[in-house]
């Protein structure tokens, strides 16, 4: 079941739909969040002596106002996301730590049942496409399906499900289906295959599972690329969930070709399980 949400945030504007997004689903799902500041280690180690014209800052001091500042930030950001959430009757969780941000959240999903983080963070500009370093390298490594919300804040009205027997594709279904029974969800199964009668075999397989568990849900096939039928099935109030793989896929380390052109070009939220 999921009851601990992790919401890694930077307070930027490209952060705003993922805050917005975790509150829902913790205010829904009746989950603990933890909200996420990590202070980059990167901008505290910056060289020995900082010099700025005829302005000499040492490197001990520089550290020292740097932490300050980030300090600060963090309190500020994930004091406003404590406030608007709590507002709902949502248990917040405020955690700073500093390092390397994406590997500090990798450390917290330990113990979340999901995380939930922007397409992009500060440092990456307020991309509508495309991910940042940071998301991506976390979809990649997370030990915990990991949910990528899009920029605006939206409000899923209906779960679309790809799914295509593989071993992840399967873990998807299982959190499709709690996700679907929690949150109120119509669910739309898609399959894609080449081999017609597999494709709807399948489908019926996953249906078949998410009435068990009290979810409605209808499908379509379709022959072709996964990712261009995924896309052309995907709308932006959809909660896309998918598995970071498929058969006969090429891998690209750990995250498949499919899922990652999804992730770079889906216009609502993605929810990718490994």
Known sequence: M????????????????????AGYLAYELEAVLEALYVRDIRLIRMPELMDWGAISMPMPVYHEEMEKVLTARAEAVLERVREETEQAGVKVEPTVRTGVPYQVIVEEARTADLVVLGRAGEASGHEATGLGSTTERVVRTSPTPVLVAPLEPVRPDRLLLAYDGSDPATRALHLAAELA?????????????????????LAAEAVAYLAERGATASTQTAAGDPDERILEAEAPTDLLVMGAFGKGLIRTLLLGSTAELVLRRAVGPVLVVR
């Open 2 to 21: 999921i009851k601990r949400l992790l919401l890694a945030t930077d307070g930027s504007t490209p952060a705003l739909g993922a805050e917005r997004l």
């Open 181 to 201: 029974a929690g949150l109120a969800l119509p669910a739309f199964v898609l399959t894609v295959d080449d081999d017609a009668m597999r494709a709807e075999a």
